[in-house]
């Protein structure tokens, strides 16, 4: 039966990215670019399970074994509206992979998410599946969004997060322990709690707030 795993990405270059983002003072246009590299240091991780085949080339030399994608293409699905910011350092690896877009809302009483948006193939048979979203707090919102794409006959979910709370962590994998399809969730840090309205502590704030430079009312 697969099962949730998780991965806290242990790397120098990581933990220095994500302290800077951490830090109040950064401004907005520094943290939009740091948050796009560290996002391509995740998906340098989240792509080790990636689906390959032997090929042959032909180099100046002679010819060489390697690797190519094998089977359908890669899909990256950023969740509406602060997984935007991590698209672009995500298909930096990943060229040939395409993008649905998924928009989902937490309702900030129940803590709750919804869907309002879906922009994503029907048939997602066979397909190694990426969800981009910057804060595992409660869970929620990525319980919802790894069982809609598991409905649709994805092969697997990785979702890529900048930060992952116990508490959302413990509740994706009790929500998803009968979910017949693998799920991994890679992060940049584990940290040490929600706060009582369901924000992650010490945490780096709003990403969205941060990344766009509004303030939600």
Do not use: W
Not at 53 to 73: D, H, I, K, L
Not at 101 to 122: I, W
């Amino acid at each position: 039966m697969p099962t949730v795993s998780i991965h806290a990405v242990d790397h120098p270059l990581v933990a220095h990215k994500l302290t800077v983002l951490r830090d109040a003072r950064t401004d907005t246009p520094t943290f939009r670019a740091l948050a796009d590299e560290l996002v391509t240091l995740l998906a340098y991780e989240a792509t080790r399970n990636a689906q390959v085949e032997p090929v042959t080339v032909v180099t100046p030399v002679a010819e060489a074994q390697g690797v190519t994608f094998s089977g359908p293409r890669h899909l990256v699905v950023p969740v509406l509206r602060a997984g935007l910011g991590m698209l672009d350092g995500m298909v930096r690896l990943l060229p040939t992979a395409e993008v649905g877009f998924l928009g989902m809302v937490r309702n900030e009483d129940t803590l709750q998410a919804s869907t309002y948006a879906t922009r994503l193939p029907e048939d997602l048979t066979g397909r190694q599946c990426y969800l981009l979203d910057p804060m595992l707090a409660t869970g929620g919102t990525l319980i919802a969004a790894i069982k809609l794409l598991a409905d649709r006959g994805a092969a697997s979910v990785t979702a890529v997060c900048l930060l992952a709370a116990p508490e959302g962590i413990a509740a994706v994998s009790e929500a998803l322990t009968d979910l017949p399809v693998p799920v991994t969730i890679v992060t940049a840090a584990i940290d040490e709690r929600l706060n009582e309205h369901g924000y992650i502590v010490p945490g780096l704030g709003d990403a969205g707030d941060r990344l766009y430079g509004t303030v939600s009312a």
